[in-house]
């Protein structure tokens, strides 16, 4: 019996999860779907550790639509009304988040390669400002700080580190979310087989 409390989406066990459920009442087999889902994302996770150039690719060209939406949404932001507590702060960080964005976007192949300064670069100049404007705030000042330093820990790491190591490092995190969910996946689909 599950617990009214928690919410049936993030049920850890598999046999609870409500699509499962669904799953098992659809007509036909759809195991084998999951299961070839499945193998997939594990070949995707094997090609990306082998070549992490796609990784950063296509890490890329993601993160560089993340960063144009995010960008455009921090200069909503800075211009409303809500955004007393931090106008500038929001704009500046929305045309630093923009630039970088357009930058990613426009050039993959070149981008994938300085992807790793561009981000730190972005993740330092935010840290800084973040920590210069935590400093003045009246609000939210032990959080604006924490991430303030943390984006300049971050940025400085990614800048000193070379390229390609840095998108090595992409490529894990990458292969690792992929090996997790193609995991789970195969799991699902060993499940629907049994019943």
Do not use: C
């Not at 195991?31 to 150039?53: C, E, H, Q, S, T």
């Not at 932001?77 to 630093?96: F, K």
């Not at 330093?149 to 090595?168: E, M, N, Q, R, W």
């Amino acid at each position: 019996m599950q617990r009214p409390d928690i919410d049936p989406l993030l049920e850890p066990n598999v046999e609870r999860d409500p699509l499962v459920k669904e799953m098992k009442r659809a007509p036909g087999s759809t195991w084998g779907w999951v299961m070839g889902y499945g193998v997939l994302l594990v070949l995707a996770a094997l090609i990306v550790l082998l070549n992490p150039l796609v990784a950063g690719v296509a890490t890329g060209l993601i993160l560089g639509v993340i960063l144009i939406v995010a960008g455009v949404a921090a200069l909503a932001a800075g211009w409303t009304s809500l955004s007393s507590r931090a106008r500038w702060t929001e704009i500046l960080l929305g045309v630093i988040a923009l630039f970088a964005g357009i930058f990613a976007v426009a050039d993959p192949v070149a981008g994938a390669l300085s992807l790793v300064i561009a981000i730190g670069f972005w993740l330092l100049v935010s840290g800084v400002l973040q920590v210069v404007f935590a400093l003045k705030a009246h609000h939210d000042k032990g959080w604006r700080l924490l991430l303030g330093a943390l984006d300049v820990v971050l940025g400085l790491v990614l800048l000193f580190a070379s390229p390609a190591t840095g998108l090595a490092f992409l490529a894990i995190i990458v292969a690792i979310s992929l090996t997790v969910r193609a995991v789970f996946l195969i799991q699902l689909a060993l499940l629907l087989k049994r019943s």
